[in-house]
């Protein structure tokens, strides 16, 4: 029997509304830069496994593939390939952990070291993201200069030389071009950028996003920010707080990041925002507070879809986007929402309740990541639960249980 977590919440749901029509006003056809064909070196290529066994007598599964107990860590990144196949990445004991899901096994990989040090924190949490080989690429680090990014070649983890600073996202293009903004700018900004040309060994150093071709700066470089690339046109976009004309700030490049526009989305300042590019070309942001918006025009013209979850501080709430423009939102302490064909699942400006993962251990539930699925109509989310779950890790436990399952458009977790 599936969990369904409207057993657990008490959330009345709203008519449908119209369908958002607001896309993107202006698309422009992206010139991409030629790529350099040097084949990486391969500098860590150390796997590890692990004995899952014992769990199931512990946390046996429902019926169904999901949910179930899938690794024990924390702060799990999350990422779908074409094929659906589910790419998980997480913390644990100062390495940087990866399993993969088969969608049509139904059977995790063994755990892997991805050649990453990497603590349990907010600051230093891990991404990663698939390339158009369904390849897996990763960022982590443990601490301001420690970050490190990575990749799957094939046959192992290639982990590049160059430092980055903490608070850093990553997003990759059609092309196999890798983006990544990091805390700390390189030409006098607040938020600096790199891009690895595809197939290239080394990281290129863009202008800063905040600063580039005249913008303003913003206050300090506790920016938090996110990347994203729209599927459309392989145009970047970053958003981050601290930042200007607004708080929560705007930019975008649609020339692999030579040269930048921006403009602001709201007044929220807390961390962190995050946002995703739709298939058919709109982009979407949930600010760290957890208030969801689309773009309508020009870099600052935002309108606001309703608050998604309650976030705030820390609590980095997420964002993605299925094949049919349905948004999956999550956040910490298990939250979640959608919104389909333009109505909420759960209306929080309307007074519903929130919604929540059910607990698979009883104890508290953290930070919930999600990912739709190309096919739309659902999503892939994994969430950690156990003692000592907050907000701020700060590598103080990282040996929660990561649970993995699925989430349908109304609600229900697991099939």
């Not at 074409?82 to 993969?100: P, Q």
């Not at 196999?176 to 990281?203: E, M, T, W």
């Amino acid at each position: 029997m599936a969990l369904n977590s409207k057993m657990t919440n008490q959330h009345p749901s709203k008519p449908g509304r119209g369908r958002l029509s607001a896309l993107l006003s202006l698309l422009i056809p992206l010139g991409l830069a030629g790529f350099l064909n040097a084949q990486p070196p391969i500098l860590e290529d150390d796997f590890e496994s692990a004995d899952f066994s014992a769990w199931s007598s512990v946390h046996p599964p429902h019926d169904g593939s999901t949910p179930q107990l899938v690794a024990t860590g924390a702060y799990p990144a999350l990422a779908v390939d074409s094929t659906s196949n589910v790419h998980l990445a997480y913390a644990r004991d100062g390495k940087l952990w990866y399993r993969r899901y088969d969608a049509q096994s139904a059977e995790w990989s063994s755990e892997q070291w991805t050649g990453i040090d990497q603590f349990a924190s907010y600051r230093n949490k891990p991404r990663i993201v698939v390339d158009s080989l369904d390849r897996p690429h990763v960022l982590g680090g443990t601490g301001n200069g420690s970050g490190r990014y990575a990749y799957w070649n094939g046959t192992s983890w290639v982990v590049f030389r160059d430092s980055l600073n903490r608070d850093t996202d990553l997003a990759i293009d059609s092309q196999d071009n890798v983006y990544i903004v990091k805390r700390g700018g390189s030409f006098g900004g607040y938020l600096g950028a790199r891009l690895r040309l595809s197939g290239a060994d080394s990281l290129n150093i863009l202008p800063d996003p905040d600063i580039a071709n005249g913008l303003p700066l913003g206050r300090n470089d506790h920016v938090y920010g996110t990347v994203f690339v729209n599927p459309v046109d392989d145009s970047v976009h970053v958003v981050y707080r601290h930042g200007k004309p607004t708080n929560l700030a705007y930019r975008t490049s649609d020339d692999m990041g030579q040269n930048w526009a921006g403009g602001g989305v709201s007044g929220n300042d807390d961390e962190e925002p995050s946002g995703t590019a739709s298939a058919s070309g709109s982009l979407y942001v949930v600010s760290g507070r957890g208030d969801a918006y689309v773009k309508t025009g020009e870099p600052s013209q935002w309108l606001r879809l309703g608050r998604a979850v309650e976030a705030g501080d820390r609590k980095l709430p997420v964002v993605s986007s299925d094949a049919d423009d349905n948004l999956y939102f999550g956040s910490f302490g298990g939250r979640f929402n959608i919104l389909n064909d333009g109505a909420w699942l759960a209306d929080l400006d309307a007074g519903d309740g929130e919604l929540l993962v059910p607990s698979l251990s009883g104890d508290p539930v953290g930070f919930l990541r999600v990912a739709a699925a190309p096919e739309g109509g659902f999503a892939y989310v994994v969430w950690e639960e156990g003692p000592g779950v907050r907000a701020a890790n700060d590598n103080a436990v990282d040996n929660f249980d990561l649970v993995f399952s699925t989430l349908d458009l109304d609600g229900q977790i697991g099939n």
